[in-house]
Antibody
Framework: QVQLKESGPGLVQPSQTLSLTCTVSGFSLTSNSVHWVRQPPGKGLEWVGAIWSGGSTDYNSALKSRLSISRDTSKSQVFLKMNSLQTEDTAIYFC??????????WGQGTLVTVSS | DIQMTQSPSFLSASVGERVTLSCKASQNINKYLDWYQQKLGEAPKLLIYNTNNLHTGIPSRFSGSGSGTDYTLTISSLQPEDVATYFCLQRNSWPLTFGSGTKLEIK
């Protein structure tokens, strides 16, 4: 069955770089896109970016200058890197599989807190 | 960027009541509108995609409609397990944008 699972540091200091991994199973990264969505505690959802089945990427324009999404298809992993983190980047980060039926599969999310 | 405005932001209704949630886009999104349900502490769950397509396993009391800039999620008979926050998402153009959500509670 399709599964996604996020992993990451939990706590990041301001101005540092966030590195998250989304490990997927039950589908191929060369056949489906994977998107990142984040949610500040108690707030709404924000689309962060995506990596497509062919390897190209799209980013939220508000985050583009700080963001990089890549993948390792042999390990079924997608990576998110965001630099110059600020307290406003504190959020639950979800990865989700894209498709014609929208975002039908989601990871459980990982909380990232930006604090010194 | 396309702005998505959801209303109301909070709704309290009785079990068995018909409930309507609204999502309005700042420009035509060509029916590329999805609805998600999020319960406390959980990931969002897809309910409806492309305006009116019920996702697999979702109860038939949920339905969607709309076109152009105006879209609606209807719950025909509210159940206690429907307590959640509901978000719309437009996938017509980049960046994808979510509405701010409607929090639904039982009266």
């Amino acid at each position: 069955q399709v599964q996604l699972k996020e992993s990451g540091p939990g706590l990041v200091q301001p101005s540092q770089t966030l590195s998250l991994t989304c490990t997927v199973s039950g589908f191929s990264l060369t056949s489906n896109s994977v998107h990142w969505v984040r949610q500040p505690p108690g707030k709404g959802l924000e689309w962060v970016g995506a990596i497509w089945s062919g390897g190209s990427t799209d980013y939220n324009s508000a985050l583009k200058s700080r963001l990089s999404i890549s993948r390792d298809t042999s390990k079924s992993q997608v990576f998110l890197k965001m630099n110059s983190l600020q307290t406003e980047d504190t959020a639950i980060y979800f990865c989700t599989r894209g498709g014609h039926t929208a975002f039908a599969y989601w990871g459980q999310g990982t909380l990232v807190t930006v604090s010194s | 960027d396309i702005q998505m405005t959801q209303s109301p932001s909070f709704l309290s209704a009785s079990v068995g009541e018909r409930v309507t949630l609204s999502c309005k886009a700042s420009q035509n999104i060509n029916k590329y509108l999805d609805w998600y349900q999020q319960k406390l502490g959980e990931a969002p769950k897809l309910l409806i995609y492309n305006t009116n397509n019920l996702h697999t396993g979702i109860p038939s009391r949920f339905s969607g409609s709309g076109s152009g800039t105006d879209y609606t999620l209807t719950i025909s008979s509210l159940q206690p397990e429907d307590v959640a926050t509901y978000f719309c998402l437009q996938r017509n153009s980049w960046p994808l944008t979510f509405g701010s959500g409607t929090k639904l509670e039982i009266k």
